[in-house]
């Protein structure tokens, strides 16, 4: 995967996959191993990726989580969906279940799959799911799911509260 600027691109006729519409970082500083459970710097990291794409919550039509399929991560991160966009079900799904936390390597590797599903327009199954949590009922699902519009945001929650979101937009 490579990142450049558009002009970059122009001046070397590379034709863009998707777009780095938006980014956000925040640390909630809760624990050196643990989510805050309230989901604060991650919400804060989704909001800041929200307003610096210029665009309101209900534009993201599909959501990489960070995924890790553990008891607080995936409470933190269903908190945090809650509080941006309520009640309003769109496509979630982790990949984390089908290759395993590849750590450092998480980020870029979702990027690269959030690229392909906006794409084909379809973002993959959540490999292992064998019931998912009430909350996410409507969101997430074992079979790949297709989704409407243009864009595409990607979590990450890393050791010592650190959160990152980027928002995809479709070419």
């Known amino acids: ?7 970059f691109a122009e001046k070397h006729n590379y034709s863009p996959l998707a777009f780095l519409s938006g980014w956000g970082m925040a640390n909630d500083a809760n624990h050196i191993t643990a989510p805050s459970r309230a989901g604060t710097g991650l919400i804060r990291a989704i909001q800041t990726a929200v307003q610096s794409a210029a665009m309101v919550p209900e534009e993201i039509q599909a959501f990489c989580a960070h995924g890790t399929g553990t008891v607080y991560n995936d409470s ?7 509080s941006i966009f309520g009640d309003r079900r769109f496509p979630l799904f982790s990949i984390k279940g089908a290759i395993g936390h590849t750590m450092g390597a998480a980020g870029g590797i979702e990027a690269a799959i959030c690229t392909s ?12 799911l064998v019931q998912e949590e009430e ?3 409507g969101r997430v699902s074992g079979f790949s799911q297709s989704f409407a519009g243009n864009n595409i945001l990607t979590t990450n929650s890393g050791f010592g509260g650190c959160n990152a979101a980027l ?5």
């Open 1 to 7: 995967m490579l990142l450049m600027s558009r002009s």
């Open 117 to 128: 599903a906006m794409i084909d327009r379809t973002v993959p199954a959540t490999a292992g």
């Open 76 to 82: 933190m991160e269903l908190t945090a969906i809650e």
């Open 135 to 137: 909350r996410a009922t």
């Open 167 to 171: 928002i995809f937009r479709n070419v």
